[in-house]
């Protein structure tokens, strides 16, 4: 018992990042049931109702950037309170609200609060974390995150149900000001003088300021992060466009027949899959490299989604599911490992700022886009699988043109006694 309690002290700040990463997503995730039916109580349409996503989202593109350069201005520990007091305000708001463009405000706020603590968090993360370890203690970080996302939605619906629609927003905000409360007492400032977890020494920034312009410039010639951030950009088309999208109606149609409950329960087989393949994956990554183990898992990750599209049959659509599971699990940490490892310690918070802008943009483009090209060709799959030959191409070219980031350490040579 005791030798727990010393390594949760020594490895607090991880977990302070971990949970509140975890809240703030759950800002999003505990309410995405509620939200629709919440609007329509104000006698919006659907389609009105539309715009509380579209705020959310708008909020978190404009936020990125200007969060990214006033972390490595102002510091790491400032920007995250900021933003989870914002994002707690934003939840709160929603629940109190007595019309619905006040509600459309208060998503907003929500949004802008989430997208500082975000790139706060994972700038944190980066600065507490070496090459040597920082797949695994992403993949902790990750785990915890993908396990309160994935509750998320059912807990909020219990909530909603049994207290009613506005409480999962005083929940959500409790809990985030709960977690700003903690960290406020507990976590140290990483930038400048910084610290770091006892396993990665050396987490500091090295105490330069440059421009805007100038910081972006550098990022750009940075092909290792040019080629991250579009697969980033990848990433989130694919989420947006075809998980939350497409698959749900590939699954519903008559080629497929899954009901809501049967999609429902792949869905949370997928996560859970790749979920428990996530300690491995860090493992792997801190071992063996983070592009050993992106190129192989993006061509999987878009194997699956043509298998997705062109599954004639059920057993088909299961066996794509099952590559997909294993694709996110193999990939875990690598990639978010690989953007820490190539952004300049002076400029990681514009780094990641960059990097969930271009995500957050292919959010709002993916549904659009892909819509667009299912109802030209009147074939939901059509769409898909151009989606997967999307990140197949993408996969080929991170492994033409990005360039390994873990370097090991050389071992020393044994020498033969007599």
């Known amino acids: 018992m005791s030798r727990a309690l010393d390594l949760s002290r020594r490895y607090e700040p991880l977990l302070i990042c971990a949970f509140f990463q975890m809240c703030i997503f759950l800002n999003w995730h505990l309410v995405l049931g509620?939200?629709?039916?919440?609007?329509?109580?104000?006698?919006?349409?659907?389609?009105?109702?539309?715009?509380?996503?579209?705020?959310?989202?708008?909020?978190?593109?404009?936020?990125?950037?200007?969060?990214?350069?006033?972390?490595?201005?102002?510091?790491?520990?400032?920007?995250?309170?900021?933003?989870?007091?914002?994002?707690?305000?934003?939840?709160?708001?929603?629940?109190?609200?007595?019309?619905?463009?006040?509600?459309?405000?208060?998503?907003?706020?929500?949004?802008?609060?989430?997208?500082?603590?975000?790139?706060?968090?994972?700038?944190?993360?980066?600065?507490?974390?070496?090459?040597?370890?920082?797949?695994?203690?992403?993949?902790?970080?990750?785990?915890?995150?993908?396990?309160?996302?994935?509750?998320?939605?059912?807990?909020?619906?219990?909530?909603?149900?049994?207290?009613?629609?506005?409480?999962?927003?005083?929940?959500?905000?409790?809990?985030?000001?709960?977690?700003?409360?903690?960290?406020?007492?507990?976590?140290?400032?990483?930038?400048?003088?910084?610290?770091?977890?006892?396993?990665?020494?050396?987490?500091?920034?090295?105490?330069?300021?440059?421009?805007?312009?100038?910081?972006?410039?550098?990022?750009?010639?940075?092909?290792?992060?040019?080629?991250?951030?579009?697969?980033?950009?990848?990433?989130?088309?694919?989420?947006?466009?075809?998980?939350?999208?497409?698959?749900?109606?590939?699954?519903?149609?008559?080629?497929?027949?899954?009901?809501?409950?049967?999609?429902?329960?792949?869905?949370?087989?997928?996560?859970?899959?790749?979920?428990?393949l996530l300690p491995v994956a860090g493992v792997l990554a801190d071992r063996f490299g983070r592009k050993v183990l992106i190129v192989p898992s993006t061509i999987l990750t878009g194997l699956a989604l043509v298998f997705y599209g062109m599954a004639p049959t059920r057993e088909w659509f299961f066996v794509a599911a099952g590559f997909y599971a294993l694709a996110a699990g193999i990939q875990g940490p690598s990639p978010g490992a690989y953007l820490a490892d190539v952004a300049p310690t002076h400029l990681r918070g514009l780094a990641m700022g960059g990097y969930r802008t271009f995500g957050d943009l292919a959010g709002v483009l993916a549904p659009l886009i892909l819509g667009a090209v299912a109802s030209s060709s009147s074939s939901l799959g059509v769409a898909v699988v151009g989606n997967g030959l999307l990140v197949i191409l993408m996969g080929v070219c991170f492994a033409v043109f990005a360039e390994e980031t873990l370097v090991q350490k050389p071992q020393p040579a044994r020498t033969v006694a007599g």
């Open 34 to 276: 509620v939200l629709p039916l919440y609007a329509m109580e104000f006698g919006v349409t659907l389609a009105a109702a539309g715009l509380l996503i579209s705020a959310f989202t708008a909020a978190r593109i404009c936020l990125n950037f200007p969060a990214g350069v006033l972390i490595d201005r102002i510091g790491r520990k400032s920007l995250l309170l900021a933003g989870g007091m914002l994002t707690a305000s934003g939840s709160l708001g929603s629940g109190l609200v007595v019309d619905f463009p006040a509600l459309v405000v208060m998503r907003f706020i929500t949004g802008a609060g989430g997208a500082i603590a975000i790139v706060a968090q994972m700038t944190i993360i980066a600065d507490l974390s070496t090459a040597q370890n920082r797949g695994r203690l992403m993949s902790f970080n990750e785990g915890v995150i993908q396990t309160g996302t994935a509750l998320g939605p059912g807990v909020g619906g219990i909530i909603a149900e049994a207290a009613g629609l506005r409480m999962p927003f005083y929940v959500v905000a409790s809990l985030t000001l709960g977690l700003v409360v903690w960290a406020l007492v507990r976590l140290p400032e990483t930038g400048g003088r910084g610290v770091s977890l006892p396993c990665a020494p050396g987490g500091r920034s090295e105490g330069v300021r440059v421009g805007f312009q100038s910081g972006v410039n550098t990022l750009l010639r940075n092909r290792n992060y040019v080629m991250i951030t579009l697969l980033a950009f990848g990433t989130f088309f694919t989420r947006f466009g075809t998980l939350f999208l497409l698959l749900p109606l590939v699954a519903y149609s008559d080629r497929i027949g899954l009901t809501l409950g049967q999609f429902g329960l792949m869905a949370t087989a997928v996560a859970g899959v790749s979920a428990l």
